[in-house]
């Protein structure tokens, strides 16, 4: 099993930014696994944010493209998601989810463990 934590959301305003950060534990974490954010709004599906593969290598949504940065830290287990330029629209709750096997590294059934969320609010 994986649990995973998520810390860091909170209020901010449009224009400013915020770091989220999820640390991972469990005897079923390693290294290996494919590690994403997605994010809810109110009255919308959840969708992809971006993900980093076990080489480092990252996949963005397009509307956060040049605003937002994943990372990893293999020895602390804590993967964070750097946020900067906020808007409105990102408002959601934030999940950190973790996957043994991710193909479409944007969709959610992809992934096998999930944190319970942060919620982040821009204000305008």
């Known amino acids: 099993q994986v649990q995973l934590v998520e810390s860091g959301g909170g209020l901010a305003q449009t224009g400013g930014s915020l770091t989220l950060s999820c640390t991972a534990s469990?005897?079923?974490?390693?290294?290996?696994?494919?590690l994403g954010w997605f994010r809810q709004a109110p009255g919308k599906e959840r969708e992809g944010i971006s993900t980093i593969d076990s080489d480092g290598s990252t996949t963005y949504r397009d509307s956060v493209k040049g605003r937002f940065t994943i990372s990893r830290d293999d020895v602390k287990n804590i993967i964070y998601l750097q946020m900067n330029s906020l808007k409105p629209e990102d408002t959601a709750i934030y999940y950190c989810?973790?996957?043994?096997?991710?193909?479409?590294?944007?969709?959610?059934?992809?992934?096998?463990?999930w944190g319970q969320g942060t919620q982040v609010t821009v204000s305008s």
């Open positions: 989810a973790a996957g043994r096997y991710v193909a479409d590294r944007l969709r959610d059934t992809e992934f096998d463990y």
């Open positions: 469990g005897a079923g974490y390693n290294n290996r696994l494919s």
